[in-house]
Every structure is written in structure tokens, then in C-alpha cells.
């Protein structure tokens, strides 16, 4: 029982570290925005990130005695994820976002966990016990504590951001069903690198013809852009688009989707973190508290789940 404890205690802290490193990509994009195009803010990060990550696979797969899945009845399982969870959601992501305001696209990747939840329920099997459907209620509360400056920033009436809108909720579907069918490969004893490469390598590929045709890619260009903008890049590449999701797919291996995803909403809490120590942002009593009721949301259905459904369950179904 204390090693079962001390794993879900892991994995708790796993999706906390994760999810920290997903709230770094926006800062990251805000400090080199001016240098790169949005095209090659999407896809270089995830291009190199493929180059960096491929040779650990090889090393993995040599260390397992086994060959690089390059034949179709391999690869074909990577296909899906690859352009829609990766060339898609990321070209959508962009696109979207350039298109409505900062505050409706914020409240849109509220739908991430919901989006996630139905899928897992439709490919997965998993379904919404009390406690995931509280958990949800909790984690929103601190969300709307955390983004009250998004709410109030909204704007859902005007027709000019109906196709941005519209565009950044695709890209939430695509994510939703990313971070779905990745479970279904982890279920599948893919692992993690397996996961992670083969579906960028799809991505790249896909990204390629907008960095050619679309938004031209220079390499001399791209070199000397400063600093702060080649690191931005490589973290990108390193931490948000590999170590993240390798993490993620890790703990996949013993939690269901929609337990893992609802860490999500702790986004908006950690971007006013880090919008404090990179772009000195404030950062307000309701936004602690915000983030203080999400991370009890994560709580409860990642290591207290099974306890407080027998204590729901002894206490009240029953009428004690």
C-alpha cells in the first residue's frame, strides 16, 4: 500500500513538473515573436526536437535488440497522431491565435480536458466517476480565479474573431484527441521515444511545404537571430516538445487520460508565474488561491481518487 502511494505521489508531481513545462512555451513565444516568423515558431522547435531525440531512440532500440519501425504496418499507428496532433494542432494553434484575441483563446484551451474526457470515453472506455466529474468542477473554479482577466478581456460576439475562434477550437480537438490516442499506444507497450519521434517525424514532414512555399526558411537567417531567440528556440525544442511529453506518456502508463489532462488546468496559474520572473508581470492574491484549488483538483483524482469514492460510497450512498 505505501509503494501504490508513493507512485500515485510521483505521478502527482509528475503532472505538476509537466504541466509547468507546457506554461513555459507561451512566455518563450512572446520573447522571440519578433524575431521569428509564426510558421517557424510552430515547426523548427518540433523539427529539431525530432533531430535531437532520434539518435536516443536508435540507442533505445539498439539497447532492446530491435529495428527502427519504418514499414507501414509499424509507422501506420503514427500517422494519426503525427498530422493531426502535431502538424495540425500546432498549424491551427498558430493560425488561431493570430486571428482572435489573447483572452478567447485562453478561455477555448479550457476545453482541453472536457474534449479529452469524451474521447476517452468513446475510444478508451474510461468514464467520469464522481470524483473526476468534482474534480473538474474544482479545477474550473480555480481556473476562472486565475483568468478573470481573460474572462473580462473576452470577446465572443463580434463576428471578426468568429474564424479564429473557430480555428483555435479545431486546434483543442486535435489536441484532445493527441493526448487520447497517445493512451492508446502506451496501452499498445509503445514507448515513450517511440511515441514521441515517430509522430514528429510525421509532423515535420508535413510542416515542411509551409517552410518552404509559405514562410521560407533561411538557416543564415535563423542562426543569427540573437541569443535569446536560438534559446528560446532550443527550449522549445528540449523541454516543451520532448521532455514534457515524455513525461507524459511515462505516467499514461498508469493513469487514464482524463486524470493526467485535468493537471491542464494549472496553465494559466503557471504563465502568471513565469509572466512574474521573465516579462515582470503581477500576479494577485485570487491567482494563489486560483492555482491552490487546482492543484487539490489534481489531488483527488490522482492519488485520493479510489479513498474518496469508498468514503462517498460508505457515507452516502449508504446513508451512514
Same mark, same amino acid.
Given at each position: 500500500?505505501?509503494?501504490?502511494?508513493?507512485?500515485? +505521489?510521483?505521478?502527482?508531481?509528475?503532472?505538476?513538473?509537466?504541466?509547468?513545462?507546457?506554461?513555459?512555451?507561451?512566455?518563450?513565444?512572446?520573447?522571440?515573436?519578433?524575431?521569428?516568423?509564426?510558421?517557424?515558431?510552430?515547426?523548427?522547435?518540433?523539427?529539431?526536437?525530432?533531430?535531437?531525440?532520434?539518435?536516443?531512440?536508435?540507442?533505445?532500440?539498439?539497447?532492446?535488440?530491435?529495428?527502427?519501425?519504418?514499414?507501414?504496418?509499424?509507422?501506420?499507428?503514427?500517422?494519426?497522431?503525427?498530422?493531426?496532433?502535431?502538424?495540425?494542432?500546432?498549424?491551427?494553434?498558430?493560425?488561431?491565435?493570430?486571428?482572435?484575441?489573447?483572452?478567447?483563446?485562453?478561455?477555448?484551451?479550457?476545453?482541453?480536458?472536457?474534449?479529452?474526457?469524451?474521447?476517452?470515453?468513446?475510444?478508451?472506455?474510461?468514464?467520469?466517476?464522481?470524483?473526476?466529474?468534482?474534480?473538474?468542477?474544482?479545477?474550473?473554479?480555480?481556473?476562472?480565479?486565475?483568468?478573470?482577466?481573460?474572462?473580462?478581456?473576452?470577446?465572443?460576439?463580434?463576428?471578426?474573431?468568429?474564424?479564429?475562434?473557430?480555428?483555435?477550437?479545431?486546434?483543442?480537438?486535435?489536441?484532445?484527441?493527441?493526448?487520447?490516442?497517445?493512451?492508446?499506444?502506451?496501452?499498445?507497450?509503445? +514507448?515513450?521515444?517511440?511515441?514521441?519521434?515517430?509522430?514528429?517525424?510525421?509532423?515535420?514532414?508535413?510542416?515542411?511545404?509551409?517552410?518552404?512555399?509559405?514562410?521560407?526558411?533561411?538557416?543564415?537567417?535563423?542562426?543569427?537571430?540573437?541569443?535569446?531567440?536560438?534559446?528560446?528556440?532550443?527550449?522549445? /525544442?528540449?523541454?516543451?516538445?520532448?521532455? /514534457?511529453?515524455?513525461?507524459?506518456?511515462?505516467?499514461?502508463?498508469?493513469?487514464?487520460?482524463?486524470?493526467?489532462?485535468?493537471?491542464?488546468?494549472l496553465l494559466p496559474f503557471f504563465i502568471a508565474l513565469l509572466g512574474i520572473l521573465l516579462l515582470n508581470e503581477k500576479i494577485t492574491f485570487l491567482m494563489y488561491l486560483?492555482?491552490?484549488?487546482?492543484?487539490? /483538483?489534481?489531488?483527488?483524482?490522482?492519488?485520493?481518487?479510489?479513498?474518496?469514492?469508498?468514503?462517498?460510497?460508505?457515507?452516502?450512498?449508504?446513508?451512514?
Amino acid at each position: 500500500m505505501k509503494s501504490v502511494l508513493t507512485q500515485k +505521489t510521483i505521478d502527482w508531481t509528475l503532472v505538476i513538473i509537466i504541466n509547468f513545462m507546457w506554461a513555459t512555451q507561451v512566455p518563450v513565444i512572446r520573447l522571440i515573436g519578433d524575431s521569428y516568423g509564426p510558421i517557424t515558431v510552430a515547426f523548427v522547435p518540433m523539427i529539431l526536437s525530432t533531430i535531437i531525440f532520434l539518435p536516443l531512440l536508435w540507442m533505445e532500440n539498439k539497447k532492446r535488440h530491435v529495428k527502427m519501425k519504418w514499414r507501414w504496418h509499424e509507422i501506420k499507428y503514427f500517422m494519426l497522431p503525427g498530422i493531426i496532433g502535431v502538424f495540425l494542432m500546432q498549424y491551427c494553434y498558430t493560425l488561431g491565435s493570430r486571428k482572435t484575441l489573447a483572452a478567447n483563446a485562453g478561455i477555448i484551451t479550457l476545453t482541453i480536458p472536457v474534449i479529452v474526457a469524451i474521447f476517452a470515453s468513446i475510444l478508451l472506455k474510461e468514464r467520469l466517476n464522481l470524483i473526476r466529474v468534482l474534480s473538474f468542477g474544482v479545477a474550473i473554479a480555480g481556473v476562472l480565479l486565475t483568468s478573470i482577466s481573460d474572462v473580462s478581456g473576452a470577446n465572443f460576439k463580434q463576428s471578426q474573431y468568429l474564424t479564429g475562434n473557430l480555428i483555435f477550437l479545431f486546434a483543442c480537438i486535435c489536441c484532445g484527441f493527441y493526448n487520447t490516442y497517445c493512451k492508446m499506444l502506451v496501452d499498445k507497450k509503445f +514507448t515513450e521515444l517511440e511515441i514521441l519521434v515517430y509522430g514528429s517525424i510525421i509532423g515535420s514532414i508535413a510542416s515542411l511545404p509551409l517552410l518552404i512555399w509559405v514562410e521560407p526558411f533561411h538557416i543564415d537567417a535563423f542562426l543569427h537571430s540573437g541569443k535569446v531567440a536560438l534559446f528560446g528556440i532550443l527550449e522549445l /525544442s528540449m523541454i516543451v516538445y520532448g521532455a /514534457s511529453m515524455l513525461l507524459f506518456f511515462y505516467i499514461l502508463k498508469r493513469m487514464d487520460v482524463t486524470q493526467a489532462i485535468l493537471g491542464n488546468y494549472l496553465l494559466p496559474f503557471f504563465i502568471a508565474l513565469l509572466g512574474i520572473l521573465l516579462l515582470n508581470e503581477k500576479i494577485t492574491f485570487l491567482m494563489y488561491l486560483g492555482g491552490a484549488l487546482i492543484m487539490v /483538483s489534481t489531488l483527488m483524482v490522482t492519488i485520493y481518487e479510489n479513498s474518496l469514492l469508498a468514503f462517498f460510497k460508505k457515507n452516502w450512498l449508504t446513508g451512514n
